[in-house]
């Protein structure tokens, strides 16, 4: 289980957000400017909130109270970001294996096998990042963010960087992840027809608050709302 | 054109080895300074960055002399390399070498400083949230994506080191064979009558090896960045 409360000022804005999920895949929904991003950097402990508490499955990631704030190195949230930062010296197989060396893990060749499929990557791990196509590039960002194997995946808008026809493309392939990976799953985005593809609970964000949470239903009630 | 005298191919020779080792000693130096220029925020910075430029601006003979006041063998310093590590600087190869990297520095760091400044601090963050601490994320990445400007620093710098003259001279003299590089010994030559002939041989050296060193340092620095841009 997932427990956050941070409180963060950014210049002009400021944010007090606090949610708890238990379900597999939450959607962290909202307009752009809503503090999305600002919010899952404090989760993965990139950005340091003011005040506040973040907690996975009973263990402390941050307390400002205990003053407990564990890096982003050791919290073991896999991160993919919405232009996919993968390391340009590097290719494919490298980034993929990355957060491997990096954990001190052993090479689990089916593992790796599996994402390589999930995500049909295979043809691409002689590559290097800055020959791929933007697709290519998040579906590697995904992997390489599977394979450092987290206990948590943020993904913050994936699809923003892609035109129509790539969204298409790698949806699937995201469905997949949620299904078939036993991981949770956080999705930041702002196309509700995207979030509810893939969430099955989601956190609406509006101005750094929570302006409504719960089943994704609560999508259509709230935007109905919005409409009325 | 190179029936250079003896004496001549020594102080080449010694050139090449006083640059070479001056740019790689100053190195790990450098890339420390450029560092905390590009990185820290801490009192003081601003006079670090004035120190470390100064060479490029203080008249060579006062940077020079400044050597000699604090690594000369009965200055406090001097004397505590030559007791603790056998190291002695006065009037010996290793201080024009220490000569050449002070002078060289100013470039050095600057080269490594921009390059580290343009470096996307979010591959930074996007290493750490993949398990990597400070020190593999500046190894495994500010390291390589820096690496055009490192190169291009100790180019320079070794460029730099080889057309050092006033600093040296003034520190460690202009002793054949142990401290008479490339410029002091075309300096000794056009001193003496008919010793221009081998004075333009020199010269001749020092451009070649110089373009030598630039366009090798232009293609290394155009390599490393097809790599990082994914050829």
């Known amino acids: ?228 | 054109m190179f029936d250079l005298s003896p004496q001549d191919w020594t102080a080449v020779a010694l050139s090449l080895r006083v640059a070479a080792v001056s740019t790689v000693v100053a190195l790990p130096f450098g890339i420390i300074v450029a560092m905390l220029l590009a990185r820290g925020s801490f009192w003081g910075k601003s006079v670090l960055d004035a120190v470390v430029h100064l060479p490029l601006v203080l008249p060579p003979v006062v940077t020079g002399y400044l050597l000699l006041i604090s690594l000369g063998r009965k200055a406090p310093l001097g004397a505590f390399f030559a007791d603790h590590f056998g190291i002695v600087f006065s009037f010996r190869w290793t201080g024009a070498a220490v000569a050449c990297g002070v002078m060289a520095f100013p470039l050095l760091v600057r080269s490594i400083r921009l390059s580290i400044e343009a470096i996307d601090r979010r591959l930074e963050d996007a290493a750490s949230t993949l398990g990597a601490n400070r020190a593999w994320t500046f190894t495994t990445v500010t390291l390589p994506l820096a690496l055009p400007g490192i190169i291009a620093g100790m180019m320079l710098a070794f460029a730099r080191a080889l057309g050092e003259f006033g600093a040296t001279i003034t520190f460690v003299s202009n002793i054949p064979g142990e401290t008479q590089t490339i410029s002091a010994a075309i300096y000794s030559l056009i001193q003496v009558p008919g010793g221009d002939a081998d004075a333009l041989k020199l010269v001749v050296i020092s451009i070649v090896i110089c373009v030598a060193a630039l366009l090798a340092s232009e293609w290394l620095a155009k390599r490393a960045t097809a790599r990082l841009h994914g050829a």
């Open chain 1, 1 to 228: 289980m997932l427990a956050v409360h941070v409180e963060k000022t950014l210049g002009e804005f400021s944010m007090n957000v606090a949610f708890t999920s238990e379900s597999r895949a939450t959607a962290l929904f909202g307009p752009s400017g809503a503090g999305k991003t600002s919010l899952i950097n404090m989760i993965a402990g990139l950005l340091r909130p003011d005040r506040g508490r973040v907690e996975i499955d009973g263990e402390v990631l941050f307390d400002s109270a205990a003053q407990i704030d564990m890096p982003a190195w050791r919290r073991r949230i896999g991160y993919v970001f919405q232009e996919g930062r993968l390391l340009p010296h590097f290719t494919v197989q490298h980034n993929l294996e990355y957060g491997r060396w990096m954990g001190g893990h052993k090479f689990d060749p089916a593992a790796f096998q599996h994402v390589v499929e999930l995500l049909d990557i295979g043809h691409l791990l002689d590559r290097r990042p800055g020959k791929l196509s933007g697709g290519e590039r998040q579906r590697i960002a995904v992997g390489r963010a599977l394979l450092m194997q987290p206990r948590l995946l943020l993904l913050d808008e994936p699809l923003a960087s892609l035109d129509t026809a790539r969204k298409r493309d790698i949806l699937p392939y995201l469905e997949r992840l949620r299904d078939e990976a036993r991981m949770p799953m956080i999705y930041v985005s702002h196309i509700a027809t995207e979030v509810k593809l893939i969430a099955s609970h989601v956190v609406w964000l509006d101005g750094g608050r929570v302006a409504t949470m719960g089943g994704i239903e609560r999508l259509d009630a709230a935007q109905v709302d919005m409409l009325a």
